[in-house]
T-cell receptor, first 111, second 115 residues
């Protein structure tokens, strides 16, 4: 089952612009993770944010987490054509360790 | 480190035949492995969780007799799609983890086409 919604479903921007993707989830979580998937390929882990954290940075990536709203956002600054991919949030809840994925956002960065 | 491989990367089979997909952790011991299915332009759906040496736990709606999972060693899990049908055509992705609450490392996926 899917955990929640991601918006927008598709995003097209020019190189150099910032891209923001949002993720909402339904249940309480242990942590939330963001992944990137290039077309037809496997997933690349980008960043993990724990339920007691509000913001995390990694290079050009900035993730926020609002547990009161059950939502997270991923900001990619100074985007590059190579950032073109699908981005998924995934949550871990309870004691199973299972990842439940959101619907994903398809990002296109035009050179 | 933390490399997971899948074999084959793509396979075409005839309806009614069975297909086995392998997932290997190359540089760590994977106590837990997960199998996902992804249809075109959709997200990943968890199919099952397997722990080394025990039976897999399947998600609701996934037929365990159709999708046979074996996790016989700490570096290998296999998914066998039995009596495949065209609707089983999908992208199958595995992930491996050193433990149930550790980070999951994803394989590159296997594209299955059933004709």
């Amino acid at each position: 089952s899917q955990q929640g919604e991601e918006d927008p479903q598709a995003l097209s921007i020019q190189e150099g612009e910032n891209a923001t993707m949002n993720c909402s989830y339904k249940t309480s979580i242990n942590n939330l993770q963001w992944y990137r998937q290039n077309s037809g390929r496997g997933l690349v882990h980008l960043i993990l944010i724990r339920s007691n954290e509000r913001e995390k940075h990694s290079g050009r990536l900035r993730v926020t987490l609002d547990t009161s709203k059950k939502s997270s956002s991923l900001l990619i600054t100074a985007s590059r054509a190579a950032d073109t991919a699908s981005y998924f949030c995934a949550t871990v809840s309870g004691n199973t360790g299972k990842l439940i994925f959101g619907q994903g956002t398809t990002l296109q960065v035009k050179p | 480190g933390a490399v997971v491989s899948q074999h084959p990367s793509w396979v075409i089979c005839k309806s009614g035949t069975s297909v086995k997909i392998e997932c290997r952790s190359l540089d760590f011991q994977a106590t837990t492995m997960f199998w996902y299915r992804q249809f075109p332009k959709q997200s990943l759906m968890l199919m099952a969780t397997s722990n080394e040496g025990s039976k897999a736990t399947y998600e609701q709606g996934v037929e365990k007799d159709k999708f046979l999972i074996n996790h016989a060693s700490l570096t290998l899990s296999t998914l066998t799609v039995t009596s495949a049908h065209p609707e089983d055509s999908s992208f199958y992705i595995c992930s491996a983890s050193p433990g149930q609450f550790y980070e999951q490392y994803f394989g590159p996926g296997t594209r299955l086409t059933v004709t």
